[in-house]
């Protein structure tokens, strides 16, 4: 008599008639194996029914320190800023900035949780190591804001 004529529908389904009751949520079932028993709305046959819930838990690292280490920074790129972000009439916009207001940097980022670090390196250091880079971004401004001073020490 215990039969289970429908397993695992998104609604309860009448084992009798087949009738599928919207609103199952409305039979008070609320945890994993609660069990109920419901009147068919249709054939008006007694029947019980019981919720069986999946659980699907998702997961995201946290920084380092929050768990009381210390992080494993790996460099991973150099980081040139030749703008800078301002407010022009109520808009938040990108600004070029003359040549000694640039910014130089290598980016660092933790093995362990993915956080990124901006280190600041003086622009001898910058172009000693990494010149490819500073001539092609040094050369893509000029072309894009000739009207921007080439202030040259
Ligand atoms: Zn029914
Ligand atoms: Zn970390």
Known sequence: MSDIEHEYTGEVVCPYC?????DSWEYGM?????????EC??????FNATLSVEYNYSTSKINCVDNGKKHKY????????????????GKIEWIPLPQDKWKYNEIFK?????????????REKYIEKYK??????????????????????
Do not use: W
């Open 132 to 153: 490819d880079d500073y001539d092609y971004l040094y050369a893509a401004f000029y072309k894009k804001y000739p009207e921007i001073g080439d202030i040259v020490e």
């Open 110 to 122: 933790c093995e362990v949780c993915d956080e990124e670090e901006y280190r600041k390196i003086s």
């Open 41 to 46: 709305c249709d054939c008006d046959k007694k």
């Open 74 to 89: 790996k460099f991973r790129t150099n980081h040139m800023s030749q703008k800078d972000l301002k407010t022009v009439k």
């Open 18 to 22: 087949g009738y599928e009751h919207g």
């Open 30 to 38: 609320e945890h994993d194996g609660d069990s109920t028993e419901i």
